[in-house]
């Protein structure tokens, strides 16, 4: 975890990524930016204050602000923590802002031997056929793998057993410009559904205008 003072008496804690590398000096820091709604953050806490009044055992974490692009000698990558890879736009924001892999961390305890830690760790093949990116992913009980940029998933773990994996990943810029590294998602984002959405909503309202008209 992190922290930021706000003033003397108020400090900002925050669900975080750092990266220590050999050469010291103070780690990259990236703070998770979309919380656990009840588990990390009661949702509008800012306004109501209901995380001072009832206490439900929940964090008392802070958003943070900054899409972190960490810098490695081998290329440059973006955090997703825990069920962050469930945003796809957070995703297409990181890419597009040049992250050549994505790293997913995180803790599937609470789902115990159920189907959640399988179901999660399928989420993540999305974001990279989405984006055509790989991605290494770590779980604290699995399940962990990498993943390449066509969703295909290797070094693929068991849950509750300890292992060490490990392999290569491909970078996003090896051999292509930026610009031919870009799919569509990564382009133009959700107007394909957005458009699909609008479409819907209008043939809905067309088929209730003529079956009024009808009557």
């Not at 804690?13 to 919380?35: C, D, M, R, W």
């Amino acid at each position: 975890n992190d922290y930021r003072s706000v003033t003397p008496d108020k400090l900002d804690y925050y669900n975080s990524a750092f990266l220590f590398t050999p050469h010291g000096g103070y780690p990259q820091v990236y703070n998770k930016i979309h919380l656990v709604p009840f588990s990390e953050k009661v949702p509008y806490e800012e306004k109501h204050h209901l995380s001072e009044k009832i206490q439900l055992g929940q964090s008392d974490f802070s958003s943070g602000k900054d899409l972190t692009i960490f810098h490695i000698s081998g290329g440059k990558f973006a955090t997703l923590i825990c069920f962050e890879s469930v945003y796809p736009e957070l995703v297409r924001d990181f890419v597009n802002r040049g992250a050549e892999f994505l790293v997913n961390n995180t803790n599937d305890g609470w789902f115990g031997k159920t189907h959640g830690p399988y179901q999660h760790a399928r989420i993540a093949v999305f974001r990279a056929i989405e984006n055509r990116i790989s991605i290494a992913r770590c779980a604290n009980t699995g399940i962990s793998m990498f993943i390449d940029p066509y969703g295909r998933t290797s070094q693929v773990t068991k849950i509750f057993t300890r292992t060490i994996v490990a392999d290569m990943i491909h970078m996003k810029s090896d051999g292509k410009s930026s610009s031919e590294n870009r799919t569509l998602y990564s382009r133009f984002g959700d107007w394909f559904a957005h458009v699909c959405c609008l479409v819907s909503f209008l043939a809905v309202f067309m088929a209730l205008i003529r079956k009024t008209s009808v009557i």
